[in-house]
């Protein structure tokens, strides 16, 4: 019984390096060329795997690259609360996540991989369904701090949530694609801030 349960565990920690070694080849490819510029075969020669490796952990080239993007989205999730709403001040807080939100679309694999290539590999619906998961439940953490630090008056959460989520989606999109980073950069703070401080006393 122990044996087998030792090649089991031996088993199992082998497939999840194969799987982890697709993502991380993967993911540094898409992010430095692109999707669509990154073929299946390149992928496993980088990640030292067989093609068949590929299409038994994921369902093709589209489906490991929605483990990348899952992989990306959840690691940014535990950034913003460790980094952003982690602040004690609930106002800062919410400063910090917007500068925070902005500077990261500014990195190259955020860029290429979360804004440009995953509405387009994985269509409108579920790339939003993907970045909901992840940030919604950080915004509406954010928005009751500041409820609760008598900031901002009582008012519905959820759908002020999801408006605030959509707002942001569109600039990052609008950093994301600009010419000038820099430049959209501070015009996006701007408008951010300015709707931020609405809800001072709101």
């Known amino acids: 019984m122990e044996t087998r349960n030792r090649t089991s565990r031996t088993q199992a920690e082998r497939s999840e390096a194969t799987r982890g070694a697709l993502i991380?080849?993967?993911?540094?490819?898409?992010?430095d060329r692109g999707y669509a510029e990154v073929g299946t075969e390149e992928i496993v020669r980088a990640a030292g795997v067989t093609r068949g490796a590929l299409y038994?952990?994921?369902?093709?080239?589209?489906g490991l690259f929605q483990a990348v993007f899952e992989?990306?989205?959840s690691e940014l999730a535990r950034?913003?609360?460790?980094?952003?709403?982690?602040?004690?001040?609930?106002?800062?807080?919410?400063?910090?996540g917007l500068d925070m939100f902005l500077d990261v679309c500014?990195?190259?694999e955020v860029r290429q991989i979360a804004l440009i290539d995953a509405p387009a590999v994985l269509g409108w619906a579920a790339w939003r369904e993907v970045?909901?998961?992840y940030s919604l439940g950080l915004i509406r953490i954010g928005l009751e701090n500041l409820v609760e630090a008598g900031v901002a008056h009582p008012q519905p959460i959820d759908p002020l949530a999801h408006?605030?989520?959509g707002m942001l989606t569109?600039?990052?999109?609008?950093?994301?694609?600009a010419e000038d980073a820099d430049v959209a950069k501070a015009e996006m703070r701007e408008v951010l801030r300015g709707t931020l401080e609405g809800l001072r006393g709101a």
């Open 163 to 165: 408006a605030i989520m």
């Open 131 to 133: 970045e909901s998961r």
């Open 24 to 31: 991380g080849a993967a993911r540094r490819l898409f992010a």
């Open 71 to 73: 992989q990306i989205e």
């Open 56 to 62: 038994h952990h994921f369902d093709g080239k589209a």
């Open 106 to 108: 500014r990195e190259p």
């Open 79 to 96: 950034r913003f609360a460790e980094e952003a709403l982690s602040v004690p001040d609930a106002w800062e807080a919410m400063v910090a």
């Open 170 to 177: 569109e600039a990052g999109l609008y950093v994301a694609n």
